[in-house]
């Protein structure tokens, strides 16, 4: 950023000889500010252009543009105005190891077991056994704890139990005789008399002698001993005898015979004097050195020898320096800023242009402003609006940041499953276009496909493909041939030939003529056949499920077992282990979840896919905190730590996908060491548990 400066006031005195002193022809110059704008003036002390998708970002002093920085299992594509983050896809545990003293099962859910000591590196002991009364006992070389029992000295007995030191000192000893030297005296024997027979020396804190205390005496040294003077009389004062004892003697008060003095003071002499001031105070007796007037309104300055007194201003001047030189008074409007030149900064003056002027306006993004009064929302992103600086909205708590292409970007939840779909034969119809999309389509005559297809309510003649899913077909009398997997999710009517050699799952179907096929089939309802012939299957109803009667193996689709559960009131927990009460579901699609026991029972042997979340209404402090997931066969630790400390409302969240057998059992279950309350509801911040099958 650049501002020219000049003085509405030009000078019409020319210039001195002195080009070292500011001269007539530098007040008259135009005068030039350059820079960026700091950020305590409102700008961004940066004049940086940023780039496609870069931000301003505080560095701890100003601001920096830079491009957001992508970690592990994140992709980020920078447009213009726009920022896009994706995160494609999530590690797989394929294998643990260990090392001693501990050791792995290995695979990808390994057993991990302590088959060794501790060293005390790693904070063990080193030892493995012990002896009644050992104790660890450090030993410098090689930083070690060694194992060793106390050791007993003179007078003292130790006796070492199992978990038990015992420490004593039986004996005491006896006096049986006392003697004492001058001055001391004793009469001897263990219970002695003593007495003092003489006088105490200086060194064991006596006098060494046996002087009287006279009232009103002094002690004073004799070289030997103490001793004290004699009293003395009222206004006495003590008089040093040298060597001897002091004496108390009556003062006596002298005469001025003559006071003389040295410039500037000036004496006449005699006892009785008249001083006089006669010259100047030097400066370094406190004095000025001169003789100038103080004039009202003057200030005083200095002139390198004396003080001294410039003229008096008048009112609302300024004192301007005269350098060596008196300092003299000014009007304001003759020595500052009168007018400036903003360029191309966008500032303006939103003041008068004489006094303190007063800067308003934005600052362009060329001179390292934004260009913008935008207002820095919290939890909003900063992007580029083509001309200026901006911020979006907040998001909520997950969400991601979508570009819109030149327009503002936005806050977006992710959501998963098709979001779009088109088809080029027939007239298709699509609802929802987000989530899970169910499609119908109207065809008119024969179709052939080569990968799965899902019809709502389709008209078929002839058909012909590699997989098939219909939702509520009527299918004409021409013959249907499926080599894929073909799924049926409720009523099917089809009066002509059917032939399968992948799996077949039903719903709720009907077939008026001969199925024959050499795939797997699972019923979701009793579907009624009047001629089946389907793998192994010989009844005319075939049962529910994995049956003798039906099938010869088990094939199911993903997505037909699923349920989301939560707790419908909250639930005091206490110190330990307990269940999480789930009463109430969203959906539970299957059946397989039981809001009375709290638990999802697995209906296939396959891959599940779990994800929960855990709240809490009240601020909690624990020393250890745990979430699992407990399945038949595994528990699995979503949420683990060793001390928890949270002031007000808190949650917490995970997922896992675990391999469970037909029949196995999971549910929601906590660990905590301090009794708190579950939060109930439905929501991001409340318990619930939701499971689907991925993968048979």
């Known amino acids: 950023m650049t ?58 002093t100003d601001y920096t543009v830079a491009n957001l920085t ?14 896009s983050i994706a995160a494609p896809g999530n590690g797989t545990v394929t294998a643990v190891t260990a090392s001693s003293p501990i050791a792995s099962s290995g695979g990808t859910a390994p057993n991990i077991s302590l088959t060794g000591t501790v060293p005390v590196a790693n904070g063990g002991t080193g030892q493995t056994t012990y002896t009644d009364g050992q104790l660890l ?64 020396a200086i060194a064991n804190g006596g006098t060494a002698g046996t002087a009287t205390p006279t009232a009103g005496a002094i002690p004073y040294g004799t070289g030997t001993a103490y001793a004290f003077n004699t009293a ?82 008048t009112s609302g001047q300024i004192l301007l320096s005269g350098a060596t030189g008196s300092p003299t008074w000014a009007t304001l409007s003759s020595s500052a800023v009168t007018s400036f030149n903003a360029g191309t900064t966008g500032l303006t003056p939103s003041s008068a242009t004489t006094g303190a002027v007063t800067l308003a306006g934005t600052l362009a993004i060329a001179n390292g402003g934004t260009n913008s009064t935008a207002t820095a929302t919290a939890g909003g992103a900063g992007y580029g609006t083509g001309t200026a600086h901006a911020y979006t909205a907040a998001g909520t708590l997950g969400q991601v940041l979508t570009s819109a292409g030149a327009g503002t970007p936005t806050w977006t939840t992710l959501t998963t499953g098709v979001s779009s779909v088109s088809n080029s034969d027939g007239t298709l119809t699509v609802s929802p276009t987000t989530g899970a999309v169910v499609a119908s389509l109207a065809l008119g005559h024969a179709n052939s496909w080569s990968g799965v297809q899902t019809f709502t309510t389709p008209v078929l003649g002839a058909a012909t493909g590699t997989s098939l899913a219909l939702g509520g077909a009527t299918i004409g009398t021409n013959a249907l041939a499926v080599t894929g997997t073909s799924t049926f999710s409720s009523t099917v009517t089809h009066s002509g030939a059917t032939t399968l050699s992948g799996a077949l799952t039903y719903g709720g179907v009907t077939l008026s003529n001969a199925v024959t096929g050499t795939g797997n089939m699972v019923l979701a309802t009793s579907p009624s056949f009047t001629t089946p012939a389907i793998g192994a299957a010989t009844a005319t109803t075939p049962a529910q499920g994995n049956s003798s009667t039906s099938v010869a193996t088990t094939a199911f689709v993903n997505g037909m077992s699923k349920f989301s559960a939560y707790l419908s009131t909250g639930q005091s927990l206490a110190v330990g282990y307990q269940k999480i009460t789930l009463d109430a579901t969203l959906y539970n699609i299957g059946s397989n979840f039981s809001t009375s026991t709290s638990v999802y029972t697995a209906p296939v042997t396959g891959y599940y896919l779990f994800t929960f979340a855990f709240s809490s209404p009240n601020g909690v402090t624990a020393s250890e905190f745990e979430v699992f997931l407990n399945t038949t066969a595994d528990t699995y630790y979503t949420f683990f730590t060793g001390s928890l400390t949270e002031t007000a409302g808190w949650s917490r969240g995970g997922a896992v996908v675990c391999f469970m057998t037909a029949a196995d059992t999971a549910y929601l279950r906590v660990y905590t060491q301090t009794a708190i309350t579950a939060g109930s509801g439905h929501s991001s911040a409340h318990c619930w548990l939701t499971g689907q099958l991925v993968g048979a």
């Open 70 to 83: 992508a970690g592990t299992g994140v992709t980020i594509t920078n447009t213009a105005g726009g920022i």
């Open 232 to 313: 003395g009389t009222t206004g006495q004062v003590l008089t040093s005898a040298g060597a001897g004892a002091p004496t108390w003697t009556t003062p006596t008060t002298g005469t001025v015979t003559s006071v003389t003095a040295s410039s500037p003071l000036a004496s006449s002499g005699g006892a009785t004097p008249n001083l006089s001031l006669t010259g100047t105070v030097a400066v370094a007796n406190g004095g000025t050195a001169g003789t100038a007037t103080p004039t009202a309104g003057a200030i005083a300055y200095g002139t390198g020898t004396a003080y001294a007194f410039s003229a008096a201003g």
């Open 137 to 200: 006992i450090g030993n410098t070389t090689g930083n070690t704890l060694a194992k060793a029992t106390l050791t007993a000295g003179t007078g003292v007995t130790i006796t070492n139990g199992a978990g038990t030191i015992t420490i004593s000192a039986p004996d005491t000893g006896t006096v049986t005789s006392v003697t004492a030297s001058s001055p001391l005296a004793s009469s001897g024997g263990a219970t002695p008399n003593l007495s003092l027979t003489g006088t105490v």
């Open 3 to 60: 501002l020219s400066l000049t003085h509405t006031f030009v000078s019409a005195i020319p210039d001195g000889a002195d080009a070292t002193v500011v001269r007539p022809s530098n007040w008259n110059d135009t005068h030039t500010i350059a820079g960026t704008l700091p950020i305590a003036n409102g700008g961004t002390n940066t004049a940086s252009i940023p780039g496609n998708g870069q931000l301003l970002i505080g560095n701890g």
